[in-house]
């Protein structure tokens, strides 16, 4: 893989000239108030989620998009071929370390709503486990007329033989969670269930739950937040209701993020070490409590850090903003360990090993994974988005002081590098790498001895020989250089004319290295087309400056980012604009839709999947309020008029020609409201524009009801993508 960079005159002129049309969009309101918005919006109705408009406008949309998707020669093709990928026995089943066991979530043809089943470890590293079936989703869902998905299990160790096992209905991500008995493999009569809710729960002991979900009015007063999330945790015990728990922390009803949730550290053998409750008060700042003796005592952490786990009466944690503590001020990215009871204090005073960091990424590395074990960290670092695997052991110094020494294990070179489960009893921790065109490898860790030994490899799904992987840079409009990753024909000309999809996010901290996507490999790339992924910024690629160089006002970055990488496409002679089209999902559906509001010139499709998109109503929309962190209050005066720039819903006009795209949801979507697709659609189809909507019935935000729905889903997308960029 080689790194290059184009710097010409010729693409940095195009930065001055914006391709926006000169009438003003008819939607946009002089009025940025949530009243005066409102007021300007001709599709409120689209909003109720199964409203009789709403669900009228859904079948009348998805009735002529399947006509034209469904009805392509080349759909039941690529369906099949996306099913028997998603379906194959041939995959690597996920492990979780279970009690002396592997427990595994499996989908495939003979059960597509799963199995929740186990095995042991010796058996699991054969080429055929044997597997015991602790939850059959598909019969549960037939014995109880339920459309149950499988949302995980939460089980107590050391034994972990009683689980807090979630399903939800239809996919969404608010969960009925029942506990369960591994050993008669049935759920305990009499034993914990929570009605449906956003529930955010934790072991304390066998008989004691912690949780924070929705209690019902108290004094008339709601316990979720505006986002729908809870900010009180109460401790629930055995054979009692949620009505008689008691409160153990409550936060504010005002609070942001996702909702207060309690974490129960424990040791190798089960021991309690600590019990933790993070009280987000937006989207990424959050204070941090210790339950001490029956009361909640604040930690001195940052608001911006990221809690990794405990060694013991230490914290390990992450830092995504500076810290000053005693005097010393510890950087943004650090790793990060202190005594809990220095972090009691209200004015603590640092020593020389405490706090203490770990380790420091450089400029173009970034702390992408942790695990905590008992005596040791194991980490994956990205350096310049590619993955590394380190192992941090404390060593004790000749004058008694703590150092941190670094060992590297090795990893295939330019790979995507992920920690899977662990177990602090055992010292392991599975490790996957992967790449654009090599199939995942699991391997399990041994974190004392640095050893790692392969465990499974996937085979190849699709003919990766016809392709190879380079890595460019874009500069984007500040100057800023861009990375990103092309998959491209081995043989490709350099006359634009390749087929491309461009993928970004740019959100949240997340970041997107080199994966194996054996859906677009087989639909896509066998069929000779290119993918690319710009590393824009938002994401978390070179850690939390990267992310936040782009929040709030200066959202626009990511968007020029991503401009960027289609014009340096263009200029290297990969793809026209003709042949290029664009895909984003979620927080990726605000990229796509302002990208093909703002530059329509630079691309010929768009897939928005899932997508937000009325910014200036997001906040109204659940459960939106959450991400205000993010991108700004559009309450707030300041904040509406720089969102109002971009919103891709307002931005729409009738006299600009923008390419046919495909908008596509979900309506079981609790996560983001279906509203934002249903309403972009209705507004091209009023101005006259060209598009195709389709809204799923199940799934949630997550796709996860099935592999049979997800090949549907799979070969819609690629049917559009081919008849835009290559017919």
């Not at 559906?589 to 999947?609: C, D, R, Y």
């Not at 189809?685 to 060209?690: A, C, N, S, W």
């Not at 090949?711 to 835009?724: E, G, M, N, P």
Request: aromatic share 10%; glycine share 8%.
């Amino acid at each position: 893989m080689r790194i290059q960079s184009l710097m010409a005159a010729t693409v940095l002129a195009v930065f001055a000239a914006p391709a926006f049309a000169q009438t003003p969009p008819p939607h946009l309101p002089a009025d940025l108030s949530p009243a005066g918005v409102r007021a300007a919006d001709d599709h409120l109705a689209l909003e109720e989620v199964e409203g009789t408009e709403a669900m009228a406008f859904v079948r009348a949309e998805n009735e002529r998009s399947l006509a034209t998707l469904t009805g392509d020669s080349r759909y039941e093709t690529f369906r099949a071929e996306a099913f028997d990928i998603l379906s194959s026995t041939a995959r690597i089943p996920g492990p979780s370390f279970l009690g002396e066991g592997i427990g595994n979530f499996w989908q495939d043809a003979t059960n597509p709503k799963g199995l929740w089943r186990r095995t042991a470890l010796d058996s699991y590293r054969t080429d055929a486990p044997v597997w015991e079936t602790l939850i059959d989703v598909d019969a549960l869902s037939r014995a109880e007329g339920r459309d149950w998905v499988w949302k995980g299990a939460n089980c107590l160790a050391p034994d972990e033989t009683r689980c807090l096992v979630s399903l939800s209905e239809g996919g969404k991500d608010a969960v009925v969670v029942r506990e369960f008995d591994t050993t008669t493999k049935a759920f305990v009569d009499g034993g914990f269930v929570l009605p449906e809710g956003k529930h955010r729960l934790s072991w304390l002991d066998r008989d004691t739950l912690l949780i924070a979900t929705d209690f019902g009015p108290e004094d008339g007063q709601p316990t979720l937040t505006e986002s729908g999330y809870p900010f009180i945790v109460k401790s629930l015990s055995r054979g009692r209701t949620l009505a008689q728990a008691t409160e153990v922390y409550r936060g504010e009803q005002g609070d942001g993020g996702y909702g207060v949730s309690p974490v129960v550290y424990r040791d190798k053998d089960g021991v309690v070490e600590a019990v933790l409750f993070n009280r987000p008060l937006d989207t990424f700042r959050a204070e941090t409590w210790q339950w001490v003796d029956g009361r909640a005592v604040r930690l001195n952490l940052p608001e911006r850090v990221a809690v990794q786990g405990t060694m013991g009466t230490r914290l390990v944690f992450s830092l995504d903003e500076p810290w000053t503590v005693g005097g010393a001020t510890l950087d943004t990215g650090d790793l990060v360990v202190a005594s809990l009871v220095l972090l009691q204090q209200a004015d603590p005073v640092r020593t020389d090993n405490d706090p203490q960091v770990i380790f420091r990424p450089g400029s173009r590395q970034s702390l992408q994974d942790t695990t905590v074990m008992s005596d040791r960290i194991v980490a994956v670092v990205s350096d310049n988005v590619v993955g590394t695997l380190k192992v941090f052991t404390p060593e004790t110094t000749a004058r008694g002081h703590t150092t941190w020494a670094a060992t590297e294990i090795a990893v295939p070179a330019n790979s995507a590098v992920a920690l899977g489960d662990s177990s602090r009893s055992r010292g392991e921790v599975f490790v996957s790498s992967q790449g654009f065109l090599t199939p995942p490898t699991l391997s399990l860790a041994d974190v004392a001895t640095g050893d790692l030994a392969q465990v499974k490899q996937a085979p190849a799904q699709f003919d990766a020989a016809t392709h190879v992987v380079e890595q460019f840079e874009a500069a984007s409009s500040d100057g800023t250089k861009i990375p990103y990753f092309v998959v491209h024909p081995r043989h490709a000309p350099a006359d634009g004319s390749t087929p491309t999809v461009l993928f970004g996010y740019g959100g949240f901290q997340v970041s997107f290295p080199p994966a194996y996507k054996p859906e677009l490999g087989k639909l896509w790339l066998e069929n000779g087309g290119a993918y690319v992924v710009a590393n824009i910024r938002g994401g978390g690629e070179f850690g939390p400056a990267w992310h936040q160089a782009a929040l709030r006002e200066n959202r626009q970055l990511a968007f020029d980012d991503f401009a960027a990488v289609a014009r340096d496409l263009s200029a290297r002679g990969i793809a026209s604009a003709r042949h290029l089209g664009i895909y984003g999902r979620s927080n990726g559906g605000v990229l796509t839709s302002v990208s093909i509001t703002q530059h329509p010139e630079l691309f010929n499709a768009a897939v928005i999947e899932s997508p937000l998109i009325d910014m200036l109503r997001y906040q109204d929309l659940p459960a939106g309020a959450s991400w205000i962190g993010e991108y700004g209050d559009p309450r707030i005066p300041g904040d509406a008029a720089f969102i109002a720039r971009y919103s891709g819903y307002q931005q729409l006009r009738p006299d600009t020609d923008y390419p046919r795209v495909y908008i596509t949801t979900n309506t079981r979507d609790d996560r983001v409201h279906p509203g934002h697709a249903r309403k972009f659609a209705a507004r091209l189809g009023e101005q006259g524009h060209d598009h195709l909507y389709y809204e799923e019935t199940s799934g949630g935000h997550s796709n996860d009801a099935d592999p049979v729905a997800n090949a549907r889903r799979w070969a819609r997308h690629y049917v559009y993508l081919s008849q835009q960029l290559m017919d």
